[in-house]
């Protein structure tokens, strides 16, 4: 009777393991699939999250930093599903799935509620020396990107965090604020 209780507290903590260990083949910079811009895939609790952090167009740094995925699940070794994208062209929230295709590719693929309806994107991982155009990310930023203001939440809170470098405005379809023009 002890030998098979033994056995599975041996095989069970694996299942329960810190996801962690499964985003290291996702999280990092990776070249979208137009070669345009580049997106830091990061931690954000037990999910995993996106921001745009180089641009092909050094001039247009309206977009650098604006968050691109969200909340995509662990649902599977090196695959990621439940959470979203955001296609800034088509001003677009979609699904998404992300899975890991060896070391440097990354296949994403965008759908709208089955993925019967889908587009699937090859992203490559980007090189070590890329000119980031938000510069290092810091920890504050990728705090909390599930609640909007990325975390910072309470007027005390935005205080604290010095001047804004530029003006923000919420989009309830994100959930988040994103870079906007100041008012004049």
């Not at 930023?141 to 003006?167: F, H, L, V, W, Y």
Request: charged share 20%.
């Amino acid at each position: 009777m002890l030998r098979p209780v033994l056995t599975a507290v041996v095989i069970l903590p694996p299942l329960f393991a810190n996801t962690s260990a499964h985003a290291e083949g996702i999280t990092g910079v990776w070249i979208d699939h137009t070669g345009r811009g580049g997106v830091e895939i990061s931690e954000c609790g037990a999910n995993l999250c996106g921001r745009i952090v180089w641009l092909k167009d050094a001039g247009n740094k309206k977009g650098c930093g604006m968050q691109v995925i969200g909340n995509a699940k662990s649902v599977g070794r090196d695959t990621w599903d439940g959470g979203w994208i955001y296609d800034p062209e088509k001003n677009a929230r979609y699904s998404v799935e992300l899975k890991s295709v060896g070391a440097d590719r990354l296949r994403v693929v965008g759908y709208m509620g089955s993925k019967l309806f889908s587009e699937t994107m090859i992203w490559k991982r980007a090189p070590s020396d890329l000119a980031r155009c938000d510069g290092p990310a810091s920890a504050p930023e990728r705090a909390r990107t599930d609640i909007p203001g990325g975390g910072q939440s309470t007027p005390a809170a935005k205080d604290q965090a010095g001047p804004p470098a530029g003006c923000t405005k919420y989009v309830p379809q994100l959930g988040t604020t994103v870079p906007a023009p100041c008012p004049r």
